[in-house]
């Protein structure tokens, strides 16, 4: 097994997560619920997971009355999921299958 | 980790990620916002026409809601993030083109004020530039998606 493989973030709902905050800077918790389709409380689950790793910072914010919650990927995290990425790469492209390296930092 | 689950692995998330641009340049473009840039541009360039303190007050109207659009833009997107410099180049682009196309519109109504008696010149340029702005998004939302997804 490719030693940055990561077994804690290779959880499917904590990967498309991370994978979804990559681009950004903050993302709100509605778009990360319905682009996973999830629930509330199995996002908050994970995001909790990830917070408490690390790899995620929240903050919550009032825009005119509505409770607002926006997630953010730390520079542990985003190094993490580089190396994770990587490492998926590197075992893509040592069985000599078709990869097309994301760039999962941009 | 099978080299097959890997694969399948990086394809999910390239096309999360891509899930995460699509939302940023959707809600940027998005027609509420379209319309209300529009009647912006109208408000600023066609207050022009308008008799001295009239016309500041026009402008500073514009320029207000503006901001606030701005604002409340800002605070509803589901992703943020900082423009890249390729982003803002294409804005400083579209702020440009606008410009020309103002100056275009207003030379042609101008003309058409001093010959055929148009009435309301920078009116006519302003609402001519409104148009073409709403006319424009969804091309100028293809081109901002490809420099976003590169």
């Known amino acids: 097994m490719e030693q940055d493989f990561d077994e804690f973030l290779h959880v499917p709902a904590r990967l498309s997560i991370l994978a979804l905050l990559a681009p950004a800077d903050w993302v709100e918790f509605g778009f990360l619920r319905d682009t996973i389709a999830t629930s509330d409380s199995a996002l908050s689950k994970q995001v909790s997971a990830l917070a408490n790793a690390g790899y995620v910072s929240v903050r919550k914010s009032r825009d005119m009355g509505t409770r607002r919650t926006y997630v953010q990927l730390t520079a542990q995290g985003r190094q993490a999921f580089q190396r994770h990425a990587a490492a998926l790469s590197r075992i893509v492209a040592a069985a000599g299958l078709p990869a097309e390296t994301p760039q999962p930092w941009a | 980790m099978t080299p097959d689950d890997a694969q399948t692995s990086l394809e999910d998330i390239r096309g999360l990620q891509d899930r995460t641009r699509d939302a940023y340049v959707r809600h940027g473009f998005s027609r509420p916002y379209a319309l209300a840039s529009a ?27 503006a901001l606030g659009l701005l604002v409340v833009h800002q605070h509803r997107a589901p992703v943020r993030r900082k423009p890249t410099g390729p982003e803002l180049l294409f804005c400083a682009g579209v702020a440009v083109g606008l410009v020309a196309a103002y100056v275009t519109f207003s030379v042609a109504a101008v003309v058409a004020h001093l010959k055929l008696g148009l009435p309301a010149p920078h009116a006519v340029a302003a609402a001519a530039l409104a148009l073409t702005t709403l006319l424009c998004t969804n091309p100028a939302r293809r081109v901002f998606e490809s420099i976003v997804r590169r």
Request: aromatic share 14%; hydrophobic share 65%.
């Open chain 2, 39 to 65: 009647l912006v541009l109208f408000i600023a360039f066609a207050s022009f026409d308008l008799p001295a303190h009239w016309d500041t007050l026009a402008v500073t109207s514009g320029v207000g809601l």
